[in-house]
Nanobody, 124 residues
């Protein structure tokens, strides 16, 4: 599976962006897909996950109520809708996938496939 992340850019605080993670190589409707981010000078951290078989979603506390992860299986794409953006959301965002769900979905080591990252910059 090859993943292509896109949709990053510059936004003002309070604005919105939608990131896309498009998969190629095989159908990944059953895959668990996560979004992670790495802010300048910080380690990469978990943002959100969507489970393939059930559609279950989970978020890190700092984005709950502002970000929504979803998927369009017909397009082999997972989205991250980001609303009410804050300067602290500035980071490179990465999507990742694994075929079998792991309960430790927040841990990047459990993901097998990674996109290249897309940069999000939020100005105050």
């Amino acid at each position: 599976v090859q993943l292509q992340a896109s949709g990053g850019g510059l936004a003002q605080a309070g604005g919105s962006l939608r990131l896309s993670c498009a998969a190629s190589g095989r159908t990944f409707s059953g895959y668990t897909v996560g979004w992670f981010r790495r802010a300048p000078g910080k380690e990469r951290e978990f943002v959100a996950v969507i489970r393939g078989s059930t559609g279950m979603t989970r978020y890190t506390d700092s984005v709950k109520g502002r970000f929504t992860i979803s998927r369009d299986n017909a397009k082999n794409t997972v989205y991250l809708q980001m609303n009410s953006l804050k300067p602290e959301d500035t980071a490179a965002y990465f999507c990742a996938a694994r075929q079998i769900y792991n309960v430790q979905y927040w841990d990047e080591k459990h993901y097998d496939y990674w996109g290249q990252g897309t940069l999000v910059t939020v100005s105050s």
